[in-house]
């Protein structure tokens, strides 16, 4: 949205009034009838041209304009135009403002019904604290430059054409039913660029943060608008998952993590989320899984989520053996040999059994209980139990016993064979 200011120079003390009279240079007072308007354009004083005049202001000449210039006509600048704080360039419909030179407009900047070409080698330069408003058309042709440190707005129905370079720094608006055809750069750097209307960009739209504002409420079609020049530092936000706890299935146990969330308040650009957990599983104990987000910037952020993994399971025993009997002759008892149970465990594997009264150890007569135990790494107990049985064979003395165990009754006929020999 473009509303430029003629800062045109006239000096009068006594509110002087000029209207061209036929088509010239600034400079000449033929322009003016005889009388030439002074390069400084004072407060009261008013500059006409009417339609069907063309008015040029030579590369020569600067122009401070601090009145009222009023265009109807055309207007010819290849010098600088000074607008100043209490100035108003007022470039009506129909009218034409061709500018090939510099453009300083400030204060009430400038309002175009008309059309303005700001041409090759043309500045432009709104400092305008009120409006430079265009309800006209604007054209930014190639190679020529706006740079807008004002409030620049392009009103309804009005179309701002841009081939060169805008450089915003301040507030380019532009309102419902307004246009803007972008075909050239315009540099959004440390401003705010409104659009309530219709933007057609066709050339490049640059951002530059942090600063740079773009505020996306009308239409804009054709190429998006370029963030990558903005100078993003802000990491997305993430929150993990909830901690889980889970009870072991084997040395590596895998478990559903869950899913991180992460926004950006940046901008919504596309937010890329990893972890650190092991696709192998986790094993038994603590451990911390550490979630990432990172945006299209490569600014990131962490979030940690716990995953515990128990083991409550005792070890599983098999193989227990049967009850084992033994016959003896002697009083004494008898030597017994059984084979151990086996044990496996989830998460160690195989553990040993430890039984008592061990194997080999020597049993009294009468039945005794074997306890069998298998304990983990991590404490889980499981048991087992069978029995030795000896009994004392009734025909046999206190020195002669016979053992139904086939190494045991061994044993015995040997000893009783000593017994007898001894005799």
Same mark, same amino acid.
């Given at each position: 949205m473009?509303?430029?200011?003629?800062?045109?120079?006239?000096h009068?003390?006594?509110?002087?009034a000029?209207?061209?009279?036929?088509?010239?240079?600034?400079?000449?007072?033929?322009?003016?009838?005889?009388f030439?308007?002074?390069?400084?354009?004072d407060?009261?004083?008013?500059?006409?041209?009417?339609?069907?005049?063309t008015?040029?202001?030579?590369s020569?000449?600067?122009?401070?304009?601090?009145?009222v210039?009023?265009n109807d006509?055309?207007?010819? +600048?290849?010098?600088?135009?000074?607008?100043? !704080?209490? #100035?108003?360039?007022? @470039?009506? %419909? *129909?009218?034409? =403002? /061709? &500018? $090939?030179g510099?453009i +300083?407009?400030y204060?009430?900047?400038?309002? !175009?019904h #008309?059309?303005?070409? @700001?041409? %090759? *080698?043309?500045? =432009? /330069? &709104? $400092?305008?604290?009120?409006?430079?408003?265009?309800?006209?058309t604007v054209?930014?042709?190639?190679?020529?430059t706006?740079?807008?440190?004002?409030?620049?707005?392009?009103?309804?129905?009005?179309?701002?054409?841009?081939?060169?370079?805008?450089n915003?720094?301040?507030?380019?608006w532009?309102?419902?039913l307004?246009?803007?055809n972008?075909?050239g750069?315009?540099?959004?750097?440390?401003?705010?660029m409104?659009?309530q209307?219709?933007?057609?960009?066709?050339?490049?739209?640059?951002?530059?943060c942090p600063?740079g504002?773009?505020?996306?409420?009308?239409?804009?079609?054709?190429?998006?608008?370029d963030?990558a020049?903005?100078v993003?530092?802000?990491?997305?936000?993430i929150?993990a998952?909830?901690?889980?706890?889970?009870?072991?299935?084997?040395?590596?146990?895998?478990?559903?993590?869950?899913?991180?969330?992460?926004t950006?308040?940046?901008?919504?650009d596309?937010i890329?989320i990893?972890n650190?957990?092991?696709?192998?599983?986790?094993?038994v104990?603590v451990?911390?899984?550490?979630w990432?987000?990172?945006?299209?910037?490569?600014?990131?952020?962490?979030?940690?989520?716990?995953v515990?993994i128990?083991d409550?399971?005792?070890?599983?025993?098999?193989?227990?053996?049967?009850?084992?009997?033994?016959h003896v002759?002697?009083?004494?008892?008898?030597?017994?040999?059984?084979?151990?149970?086996?044990?496996?465990?989830?998460?160690?594997?195989?553990?040993?059994?430890?039984?008592?009264?061990?194997?080999?150890s020597t049993?009294?007569?009468?039945n005794?209980?074997i306890?069998?135990?298998?304990t983990?790494?991590h404490?889980?107990?499981?048991?087992?139990?069978?029995?030795?049985?000896?009994?004392?064979?009734?025909?046999?003395?206190?020195?002669?016993?016979?053992n139904?165990?086939d190494?045991?009754?061994?044993?015995?006929d040997?000893?009783?064979n000593?017994?007898?020999?001894?005799?």
């Amino acid at each position: 949205m473009l509303v430029f200011g003629l800062p045109f120079s006239i000096h009068d003390a006594h509110a002087a009034a000029f209207a061209a009279t036929q088509s010239g240079n600034w400079d000449d007072p033929a322009t003016w009838g005889g009388f030439t308007p002074p390069t400084t354009i004072d407060m009261g004083d008013k500059v006409i041209i009417p339609a069907g005049i063309t008015v040029t202001v030579p590369s020569s000449a600067t122009i401070t304009n601090s009145g009222v210039i009023t265009n109807d006509g055309t207007v010819n +600048n290849h010098g600088m135009i000074n607008h100043s !704080n209490s #100035g108003n360039l007022i @470039n009506d %419909a *129909g009218a034409i =403002i /061709n &500018n $090939y030179g510099t453009i +300083n407009a400030y204060g009430h900047g400038m309002q !175009n019904h #008309g059309t303005i070409f @700001n041409n %090759a *080698g043309g500045v =432009i /330069n &709104n $400092y305008a604290s009120y409006s430079t408003i265009n309800y006209g058309t604007v054209f930014n042709n190639a190679g020529a430059t706006i740079n807008n440190y004002g409030n620049f707005i392009t009103n309804a129905l009005a179309v701002t054409n841009n081939n060169g370079t805008i450089n915003n720094h301040s507030l380019i608006w532009n309102l419902a039913l307004a246009t803007i055809n972008n075909s050239g750069v315009i540099l959004n750097t440390g401003g705010n660029m409104t659009n309530q209307g219709i933007i057609n960009n066709f050339g490049v739209i640059d951002n530059i943060c942090p600063d740079g504002v773009i505020n996306q409420n009308g239409t804009l079609t054709g190429n998006p608008i370029d963030n990558a020049s903005c100078v993003d530092q802000i990491p997305p936000t993430i929150t993990a998952p909830p901690d889980i706890i889970a009870e072991a299935t084997g040395p590596f146990t895998t478990v559903t993590l869950g899913a991180a969330i992460a926004t950006d308040s940046d901008e919504p650009d596309a937010i890329t989320i990893t972890n650190n957990a092991s696709s192998g599983g986790f094993p038994v104990g603590v451990t911390i899984v550490t979630w990432t987000a990172t945006d299209s910037h490569g600014n990131n952020a962490n979030t940690t989520q716990t995953v515990t993994i128990t083991d409550h399971t005792p070890p599983t025993i098999t193989g227990t053996p049967s009850d084992v009997t033994v016959h003896v002759k002697h009083k004494s008892g008898a030597a017994v040999t059984y084979a151990s149970p086996t044990a496996t465990d989830l998460v160690d594997g195989s553990v040993p059994v430890t039984c008592t009264p061990p194997s080999g150890s020597t049993f009294s007569i009468g039945n005794t209980t074997i306890t069998c135990i298998a304990t983990d790494s991590h404490g889980n107990s499981a048991s087992t139990t069978f029995h030795v049985i000896v009994t004392q064979n009734p025909q046999g003395s206190d020195d002669d016993h016979e053992n139904s165990n086939d190494d045991n009754s061994k044993n015995d006929d040997n000893k009783d064979n000593n017994d007898k020999n001894s005799e």
